[in-house]
């Protein structure tokens, strides 16, 4: 089973900051966070990953509690595009892990 | 960027037919996975490959199953017997060799069993 917990739906105005929850209160030293999306009809998209630092990339930043129990996706100005469903993932470091998805977070951009 | 490509695109079968589906990862990347979605239902993991061998299977991945990469480029997964409760989308991916890396996902066969 997953190890995090998301809410199941949220919403976003267009052109707005998108934050994502996602608790993950059990996650052990050697676990990374891992957030992907899905948007309709398509496989499953890497969007980030982090230890323990906030980290930064061309889609999105991640910003995980210090005592790492929790973390927050973020999409600085949502689009359309971005309507997806969003999954948070804990998962060792390891080139050959399965990704264990749970039902993730339904986001919806509205125009 | 280099991408994850599946093919066909949408695959029907009669019950009881093998079904093949295709995969091309990508290029330089070493390790294989196949994951499997039935409709409104979550992506489950279905098996991993490495070094032409499973490195690990699911309860899913039964004798019907079977993964193959015949040749440098193509990594396949074959449903000897296909039941109804197949029909799913199936998503090839694939990752590289670094420390930090992520599975890169292709765009998935539907696979409907009539």
């Known amino acids: 089973d997953a190890k995090t917990t998301q809410p199941p739906s949220m919403d976003c105005a267009e052109g707005r900051a998108a934050n994502l929850p996602c608790n993950h209160s059990?996650?052990?030293?050697?676990?990374?966070v891992y957030w992907y999306r899905q948007i309709h009809s398509q496989g499953p998209q890497y969007i980030i990953h982090?230890?323990?630092n906030n980290e930064t990339n061309e889609m999105a930043s991640l910003i995980i509690t210090e005592d790492r129990k929790s973390s927050t996706l973020i999409l600085p100005h949502a689009t359309l595009r971005d309507t997806a469903v969003y999954y948070c993932?804990?998962?060792?470091?390891?080139?050959?892990?399965?990704?264990?998805f749970g039902k993730g977070t339904r986001l919806h951009i509205l125009p | 960027e280099p991408e994850v490509t599946q093919t066909p695109s949408h695959q029907v079968t009669q019950m009881g037919q093998e079904v093949i589906l295709r995969c091309v990862p990508i290029?330089?990347?070493?390790?294989f996975y196949w994951y499997r979605q039935i409709l409104g239902q979550k992506v489950e993991f279905l098996v991993s490959f490495y070094n032409n061998e499973i490195s690990e299977k699911s309860e899913i991945f039964d004798d019907q199953f079977s993964v193959e990469r015949p040749d440098g480029s193509n990594f396949t997964l074959k449903i000897r017997s296909t039941k109804l409760e197949d029909s799913a989308m199936y998503f090839c991916?694939?990752?590289?060799?670094?420390?930090?890396?992520?599975?890169?996902f292709g765009d998935g066969t539907r696979l409907s069993i009539l």
């Open positions: 982090g230890l323990k």
């Open positions: 290029s330089n990347h070493l390790y």
């Open positions: 993932i804990v998962s060792p470091l390891n080139r050959d892990d399965k990704i264990i």
């Open positions: 991916a694939s990752s590289d060799d670094t420390l930090e890396t992520a599975q890169h």
């Open positions: 059990t996650i052990s030293g050697n676990e990374y």
